[in-house]
């Protein structure tokens, strides 16, 4: 069923609302906050990766300020344990009797920043696995679902730094997005210091709520998707594996490709795409657009693309321009 004109209307209007919001805080990277959103639109969880100081915590905290759900923040480091994100069972005295009672942890609300999140060791990573695919929480064989809307918005220093634990594929997988948030420029560079440097700063308020998010996603499923878009897509993603169609950079430096999870969030995030150009329809070039944050977390290099230092990003362009021939 094509989307409605008021549904699509609500989309657009709320998105911008947001991004006005967050923009009132935030000075420039407009292309990280509108993926973010979209991010979040379509269900997903993103990860932010930079140097420290470059604001992705910011973002993620005024996001949460200009979207009205229940935040909370975990800050991983390499003592945290998988209980401190699920919860745990807990001994409780209840009219007589002790018994064990499930105390929820920080993951149990709708958007949760998990800062610095290759920070922590692999045991603890791998807590949010369930979390993040499923929505939900199993502890002592008892299955807890969580609330809607949830996302996973995390965070993490280059790995080259000192003290942080690589993300495994398993987990890099379920992220709809990663962006890279880079250096800003001279000119957003000053007006980092005059908003921040003073007394005062920018307050946002709540312009969206959680209800507004899943109406958008419903709103996003409807937009129509022509089955030689489709198949494009599906060319872009079965080009980023090794096999005799692919480029020539691809068999050389990548051992595994994208999974059909990343095709599913490339799907989604044009259609959103689409809906903010102002067009009920997917094109080629929606794809393109999205093509690079959903993808670049999700090829495992061979041992010589390892050695190269080959950026993944180079590697997807390859793929979509292989799937245009």
Excluded: W
Excluded at 286 to 310: K, M, N, Q, T
């Amino acid at each position: 069923m094509p989307a409605t004109e008021p549904a699509v209307d609500h989309f657009k209007e709320t998105f911008d609302r947001i991004r006005t919001a967050v923009s009132t805080f935030i000075v420039g990277q407009e292309e990280i906050i509108d993926d973010v959103l979209i991010a979040i639109c379509c269900g997903g969880h993103v990860l932010l990766e930079g140097v420290p100081g470059l604001g992705k915590t910011s973002l993620i905290n005024t996001i949460a300020q200009a979207i009205d759900v229940e935040f909370k923040r975990i800050q991983f480091t390499p003592d945290l344990l998988p209980s401190d994100v699920v919860g745990t069972q807990i001994l409780m005295d209840r009219e007589g009797r002790r018994e064990l009672v499930f105390q929820p942890g920080p993951v149990f609300c709708n958007m949760l920043l998990a800062d610095e999140i290759n920070r922590a060791t692999p045991k603890t990573q791998s807590a949010l696995l369930e979390t993040m695919q499923e929505k939900r929480v199993t502890v002592a064989n008892h299955t807890h679902t969580l609330q809607l809307p949830f996302f996973v918005m995390a965070t993490q220093n280059p790995i080259e730094n000192d003290g942080t634990y690589p993300l495994p594929e398993a987990q890099l997988d379920r992220f709809f997005f990663k962006l890279q948030v880079g250096l800003p420029s001279h000119d957003e560079f000053r007006q980092i210091l005059d908003r921040t440097g003073g007394n005062s700063r920018p307050h946002v308020s709540p312009v969206a709520h959680g209800e507004d998010i899943l109406r958008m996603g419903v709103t996003l499923r409807e937009v129509p998707v022509a089955p030689e878009v489709q198949d494009y897509l599906v060319r872009v993603v079965r080009g980023t594996h090794p096999n005799e169609n692919a480029a020539k950079s691809i068999k050389q430096f990548v051992r595994h490709g994208a999974s059909p999870r990343a095709g599913q969030a490339m799907l989604a995030a044009a259609r959103a795409r689409a809906l903010l150009d102002g067009r009920f329809h997917v094109s080629r070039e929606d794809i393109d657009s999205v093509a690079l944050p959903a993808l670049r977390h999700r090829l495992i290099l061979s041992f010589e693309g390892e050695a190269e230092g080959v950026k993944p990003d180079f590697l997807v362009k390859d793929a979509i321009q292989a799937a245009k021939a």
